[in-house]
Nanobody, 115 residues
Framework: QVQLVESGGGLVQPGGSLRLSCAAS????????MGWYRQYPGKQRDMVAT???????NYADSVKGRFTISRGNARGTEYLQMSSLKPEDSAVYFC?????????WGQGTQVTVSS
């Protein structure tokens, strides 16, 4: 089993930048793909970006060219560098990790883009 903890959310002005971090614990050796999702109030969680163990990435069209997902040197860590933030990027962001046994979610971190 894998546990995930996000950090780095907060309030930022439009056009600003923010970096989210995710740290896994537990059976981190079993982690394959990691990713970030976001959720608006009353809506389902949508994929923002994913990254495989080989470093292949996938992004939602709405964040391409503005967000960058990466994995840290420590196994089970990942980051989401967010730039040129827009008010519509305001949401709760969740870390996601997949193993052969299934997926795990973090508790979420709030990102608010507002002047």
């Amino acid at each position: 089993q894998v546990q995930l903890v996000e950090s780095g959310g907060g309030l930022v002005q439009p056009g600003g930048s923010l970096r989210l971090s995710c740290a896994a614990s537990g059976n981190i050796a079993s982690i394959n793909t990691m990713g970030w999702y976001r959720q608006y109030p009353g809506k389902q969680r949508d994929m923002v970006a994913t990254i495989t163990t080989r470093g292949s990435t996938n992004y939602a069209d709405s964040v391409k060219g503005r967000f960058t997902i990466s994995r840290g040197n420590a196994r089970g860590t990942e980051y989401l560098q967010m730039s040129s933030l827009k008010p519509e990027d305001s949401a709760v962001y969740f870390c996601r990790a997949w193993t052969n046994a299934g997926g795990s979610w973090g508790q979420g971190t709030q990102v608010t883009v507002s002047s």
